[in-house]
């Protein structure tokens, strides 16, 4: 949001996770032009991670991080993102059409005056989509992802929902009718960039910065499930629009992060797609259809007889003394978790930088690997009966693929040892898929 020499010294890309970008560098003509800011600050938000997890717990004197939890975060960021490899984003599809279609004027793309309109206008429009999302149950059955991790660190910010965009569209089409797609696409970008770093609790106070921008001291409190925290801050990046519609809240009691009634699961399926089966099942204990309307449409918490955000007496008290879910994984188990992980997230990268040279059987092929990987290290880390099974297919998935020269390691030199440790994976998993099926036998006579 600036401009002068002074910021060409800085590496564009660490810029754009500020938004310190200048109209001048950042307006494009066409949509095609439009740099993928978020993809090519995925190097950034693994330094920021290793950094926060090195240093934060030294400044801030509290335990920022959990294996599990920050796997399962990262897990969950991936996952929002792999549909892009197969069709563009609906929230740029359907603002290119009712802009080709529909719109009213047509302000210039190289004008700072609609780059910074452009500004605004997003993070005005996402002030209300982050509010509708959580004061809509179907809306926040897909972003309570968001808000499910019970630490609040970098990774949490990618920690993004897979159905969110199936809705989130809706309250950016009005700037269709007069802002220009590439503008939108650039802002859009730099919005969700710039929250990020929101998500620590290194950074403690930002001074008078605290008036005017949203700050990792009022997204803490968002991220809160505390009384005072629910249903607050919901800004962007300029806190003014929650201090002008009255939803603002400083920090004041310790935040007890995650969501009120936790899902207590590290298994992506399960993350993203319980509270949609919850709020189904609610539902059905009602008897009228305007009941079981007002379960989807009202607040989260709301019940036949109460306001239409709930009644918040009904909230859980949080004492400050609340423990994270923690399931007991091995060390080994934890290596194991760590390692694959690492592999899957290096196909991740390659599959989003080589999607153009790469068939679309290819593409699927690998999607489903990483898509499957996911969920199976969930179900290790749950420690759920099933895992053995889904990881003894998952690992044979994974020999094929670095057979036919789909999959391959970071390094050449690491082709042998990586397939040395799938074909070691296999053997383990069928031994306790084998163990698994011969116990369950035992019990059924």
């Known amino acids: 949001m600036a401009d002068g020499g002074l910021l060409h010294t800085v590496p564009l890309r660490f810029r754009s996770m500020l938004y310190l970008l200048t109209p001048n560098e950042s307006s494009f003509e066409r949509v095609q032009d439009v740099p993928a800011y978020v993809h090519q600050a995925n190097p950034l938000f693994l330094g920021l991670v290793v950094l926060e997890m090195l240093l934060g717990s030294l400044i801030s004197g509290e335990k920022l991080y959990n294996l599990a939890d920050g796997i399962i975060s990262m897990s969950l960021g991936m996952m929002s993102r792999l549909p892009l490899l197969l069709v ?5 599809s359907t603002y290119v059409y009712v802009w080709e279609h529909f719109r009213l004027v047509e302000l210039p793309w190289d004008s700072a005056w609609t780059w910074w309109l452009s500004f605004l206008a997003v993070d005005f429009c ?30 949490t910010a990618l920690r993004q929902p897979l159905t969110q965009q199936l809705t989130s569209w809706i309250f950016y089409v009005p700037m269709a009718l007069a802002v220009p797609p590439s503008a939108f696409a650039v802002h859009i970008q730099l919005n969700l960039l710039f929250q990020f770093w929101l998500h620590t609790e290194v950074i403690r106070d930002m001074g008078p910065l605290e008036w005017i921008f949203n700050t990792p001291k009022h997204h803490r409190v968002h991220h809160g499930r505390n009384l005072y925290c629910i249903d607050k801050n919901y800004a962007g ?19 007890v992060y995650g969501l009120v009634f936790p899902s207590n699961s590290f298994e992506i399926i399960t993350s993203q797609f319980h509270y949609y089966l919850s709020l189904w099942r609610r539902s059905t204990t009602y008897s009228s259809l305007s009941d079981k309307v007002s379960t989807f449409v009202k607040g989260p918490s709301w019940t036949p007889g109460n306001p239409r955000l709930g009644n918040y007496s009904h909230v859980p008290k949080v004492t400050g003394k609340e423990k994270p879910h923690d399931p007991s994984c091995s060390l080994t188990l934890q290596v194991y978790v760590v390692t694959h992980f690492l592999l899957v997230l290096y196909t991740y990268h390659e599959l989003f930088e080589n999607q153009a040279a790469l068939t679309q059987l290819t593409v699927l092929g690998m999607t489903g690997y990483v898509l499957l990987t996911l969920t199976s290290l969930g179900f290790i880390i749950d420690g759920r009966p099933s895992a053995s099974i889904l990881e003894m297919l998952r690992c044979i998935w994974m020999m094929l693929l670095l057979q036919y020269s789909h999959l391959r390691p970071p390094s050449s030199t690491l082709t042998v ?6 074909s070691l994976s296999v053997m383990y998993w069928a031994l306790q898929s084998f163990s ?3 116990s369950i036998k035992k019990k059924s006579h």
């Open 88 to 92: 563009r984003g609906l929230e740029l």
């Open 126 to 155: 996402y002030y209300w989509f982050h509010r509708f999302a959580h004061e809509v149950a179907i809306l926040w059955a897909a972003h309570q992802v968001h808000h499910s991790s019970e630490y609040y660190n970098f990774t």
């Open 237 to 255: 990046i300029l806190i003014i629009w929650d201090r002008l519609f009255g939803t603002f809240a400083p920090e004041e009691d310790k935040v």
């Open 417 to 422: 040892p990586t397939q040395a440790l799938v």
């Open 436 to 438: 698994l099926l011969l």
